[in-house]
């Protein structure tokens, strides 16, 4: 359940969209912890592997559950750095390993992976790309104003 906790804490879902390579969830994961961004990751697959399979073999649609104590504005900035991150790697291009989901979609550029990430507090979302554009600017400040605290 995505919602505000009534420590303060609140809770969102983040589903990274295009063709996600296994580790891209973890790798997101441990970038909202360095940055203090998250106190609590869980990733959420399609299904369950089959006993010997890595969970990774199954991701078409990779969600992480995230928790945070700081500022929705932290996770929105963190998710930024990381798709540029994305975008400037070598690694970033590489389609081995990789998890397609099979709609051809590929980033900004030409270079493949992850396209965009939507962010999700109850039935309420924003898609973040990078690089942003005006509009998209617009729409994140306006969800930004709907899910912080008064």
């Not at 990751?41 to 990779?62: C, I, K």
């Not at 998710?79 to 980033?107: D, E, K, V, Y």
């Not at 109850?122 to 990078?130: H, N, Y």
Request: aromatic content about 4%.
């Amino acid at each position: 359940m995505v919602e505000r906790k009534p420590d303060g804490r609140f809770a969102c879902e983040l589903v990274i969209n295009g063709d996600v390579r296994a580790d891209a969830p973890a790798a997101l994961g441990r970038k909202l912890f360095e940055e203090g961004a998250a106190s609590e990751v869980v990733p959420v697959y399609v299904a369950q592997p089959a006993p010997g399979r890595r969970a990774g073999d199954l991701v078409e649609v990779a969600t992480l559950v995230v928790t945070s104590a700081g500022t929705l504005v932290a996770v929105i900035d963190t998710i930024r750095g990381w798709l540029t991150g994305q975008r400037n790697s070598p690694s970033g291009s590489s389609t081995s390993g990789s998890a397609s989901s099979g709609n051809g979609t590929g980033a900004a550029g030409g270079t493949g992976g992850v396209t965009s990430i939507t962010v999700i507090m109850g039935d309420d979302r924003v898609e973040i790309i990078q690089p942003s554009t005006a509009a998209e600017e617009r729409l994140v400040e306006a969800f930004v104003r709907r899910h912080s605290p008064s």
